[in-house]
């Protein structure tokens, strides 16, 4: 059984200007789907098969936790269909392949996680799916004004229903520096979920 692991870094960066220099990840979502998949199924959601899971800052304790434990998470998945207990384990997300993934490699390296090499193969050997590339083409290549945002009124415009997403990554920052630490948590599910469904209903979301 193929597995699609929906996933999504939240990051405090005081300075704009400061991106992967300057920045620490706080906050990684993990939405695991071993449902089987099947475009235009939205509405399916057994919680037998479908996992929120969280590594945050405020429960691990700091950066260096969140990106060790994480990895040490994604060795086992990937362990795990080396050994054939999943099939292919797909990686979803938006952004993912400019942002979240050079970070987390990044990160892994300066926290002696694992070697550029070994992190390098950790993510080859997935199948990754970004949206925000696959959305390109239907934006006139344009990355500017391309985010999640856009994609719920892309996906509201064919008839899809989607649920609103919970602030922006710029509120982030701002619930961070007040500890309200269980609206960055709610941030996130709601892009997972989000996700989720644009993954399922691609076709329609790009009017095929």
């Known amino acids: 059984m193929s597995m699609r692991l929906y996933f999504d870094v939240e990051t405090y960066r005081p300075r704009k200007e ?11 979502g993990i939405l695991e789907d ?7 199924s939205s509405e399916i959601w057994d ?16 950066e260096s936790s969140i990106v060790s434990q994480f990895y040490d998470y994604l060795r086992r998945l990937i362990q795990d269909w080396k050994n054939g207990k999943i099939g292919f384990l797909n990686v979803v997300g938006f952004n993912i392949l400019r942002y979240d993934i050079p970070l987390l490699i990044q990160k892994g390296i ?6 550029p090499a070994e992190l390098n193969k950790l993510w080859h050997d997935t199948f990754t799916i970004d949206y925000f590339q696959t959305t390109l083409p239907f934006h006139d290549m344009r990355f500017k004004k391309l985010n999640v945002e856009y994609l719920v009124e892309k996906a509201k ?18 619930w961070y520096e007040n500890r309200e630490y269980d609206k960055i948590i709610k941030h996130l599910e709601m892009d997972l979920k989000i996700i989720r ?4 209903n691609y076709r329609r979301v790009y009017g095929f």
Request: aromatic letters at 12%; hydrophobic letters at 30%; charged letters at 25%.
């Open 18 to 28: 400061d991106a992967f220099t300057g920045e620490k990840i706080i906050a990684i």
């Open 34 to 40: 071993r449902t089987p998949y099947t475009p235009g």
């Open 47 to 62: 919680d037998a098969r479908v996992r929120l899971r969280y590594f945050t800052e405020w429960e691990l304790g700091g």
């Open 110 to 115: 300066e926290y002696n996680v694992g070697s």
């Open 157 to 174: 415009s064919n008839g899809i229903y989607v649920p609103e997403p919970f602030g922006s990554g710029g509120d982030v920052k701002d």
């Open 197 to 200: 469904i644009i993954d399922l």
